[in-house]
């Protein structure tokens, strides 16, 4: 049985990963998960990236958007509002307040992250191994420009930065508060050391597959791991398929292109890397960079074409072995 290892981040994951268990049925995945998007809320611990894999996968997803609960109601967060009670940027439905109730009173009681994401799919059932990248408090802050503040700048929850100010100001840094000192969660490693191959979906490289490779020791386990190691570009044409990838790769000095999103990645850690078929004039220079390439479709517009990337993902991991 073949044994896959996934960094994951949202929407661009989740929707990979269910292409990824159509391609290869039988394969063991496991899937370590984006926690540097975590925030309390309405004193509950949310855990989005988490979620997302775990509704999509599980058969629950609002498919439209991607995100949060289908036939989802809205009760609570109109109570709170009419309390006064915010943010009312973010908007979780009465059937995610659920899960977030859930995984705050385990975690009250002593449960880890792991314990209770494995206790939540326990329910949905996502068919593949849900390890959250640490057990340990990692949120991502980004640091914008605010003239009304003393400093002229001020650091926002990534939350804030994406959902209530839709990436409208420039990012100057993207910082994983409490990332240096995190642990990877029980698992994470022994899952790396024991893959046959790992990929890195088209989820964002900064705030999604970025923060997992920042917790200490998960670059090197998968550098180390001596499997190939694959991944999709989430730029095609020089912007990304889905959300604002540009303004937090532009924060960290990286070009929105395919070909210098796998630079930023790094031949010590890339094998190969897939870009668009819109992308073919930048194969060469990623493999300048010694990184296999190759271009292919990579629109996800339906589990089957997800699922055509994903073995071709796979299939450049056999080249890149052979």
Partial sequence: MQRIVVLAGGIGGARFLRGLKSA????????????????????????????????????????????????????????????????EWFGLGDRDFATHIVRTQMIAAGYSLSDVTEALCARWQPGVRLLPMTDDRVETHVLIDDPDSKEGRRAVHFQEYWVRLRASVDAQAVVPVGADSAKPAPGVLDAISEADVILFPPSNPVVSVGTILAVPGMREAIAEAGVPVVGLSPIVGDAPVRGMADKVLAAVGVESTAAAVAQHYGSGLLDGW??????????????????????????????EATAAMAREALALAGEVQA
């Fill in 24 to 87: 290869v049925p039988d394969a063991e995945i496991t899937v370590i998960g984006n926690t540097g998007d975590d925030i309390h809320l309405f004193g509950l611990k949310v855990c989005p990236d988490l979620d997302t894999v775990m509704y999509t996968l599980g058969g629950g997803i609002h498919e439209e958007q991607g995100w949060g609960r289908k036939d989802e109601s809205f009760a609570v967060k109109e109570e709170l509002a009419a309390y006064g009670v915010g943010p």
């Fill in 274 to 303: 897939l870009v668009d078929t819109v992308d073919a004039d930048s194969v060469r220079a990623v493999e300048e960079a010694g990184i296999r390439c190759r271009a292919v479709p990579l629109m996800m517009t339906g589990t």
